[in-house]
């Protein structure tokens, strides 16, 4: 999955480096349009009485040949770079209707229930987590106590304070731990859910976890359901 990115990246910089160069030209730079239509020009100005030398000319179409053997490279890195997006789609689609678990610290609540989400613990410590809403604004306040280190599950049934089911949508946590003298401990937050689809923008693929979007390579762990 690594190199697979890693190489589309760099074919997506190439590439678009060519096609741009091609639609309007780099700064300071001839695309191909411009470079034949200047050559036509001035092939028809020059004067018969002191044509353009054949060392000249053909050093310009020398220039030219390599300009188009550019753009087709473009074109062909393009064409590889689109290909491997297909592949990597299709690679992706293969984590549909299966659960994962993945770093972040976002919650989904889905029909009342309030999607997994654990932490992991350096050191046992007093554990305090807070609940948002996408707005920002508090929803819940929950007193976890004292956990030992490890991984620890978050217990938010999907209710508010006053116990009320909060409406389905995009949720985030935060935690405060700390050990007994009160020294911040480290900790790591995962969020876990079913990938429902996956979705390809601005040249990345994400896959879906309820209304959530995540990154493939930020996934730790895959099961079945």
Known sequence: MTVQSAALDQLGGLSSTATSSQKTGGKGELGRDQFLKLLITQLKNQDPLNPMESVEFTSQLAQFSSLEQLFSAGDSLQAIKNSLQLQEGDQMVHYIGKKVVSKGNALTVHAGEAGGATFHLEDD?????????????????????????????????????????????????????????????????????????????????????????????????????
Request: hydrophobic share 30%; with cysteine; charged share 20%.
């Open 125 to 225: 410590a007093e554990v305090s987590i807070s609940i948002f809403n996408s707005g920002g604004s508090s929803v819940r306040n929950l007193y976890m106590g004292w956990q030992k280190k490890g991984d620890c599950s978050v217990p938010w049934d999907g209710k508010d304070a006053s116990g009320k089911a909060v409406p389905d949508g995009d949720y985030s946590f935060q935690f405060q731990a700390t050990d007994a003298k009160g020294d911040s401990v480290a900790s790591q937050t995962y969020v876990t859910g079913e990938v429902t689809g996956v979705r390809h923008e601005n040249g990345k693929t994400y896959l879906s976890l309820g209304t959530r979007q995540i990154l493939p390579d930020s996934i730790l762990e895959v099961s079945q359901l």
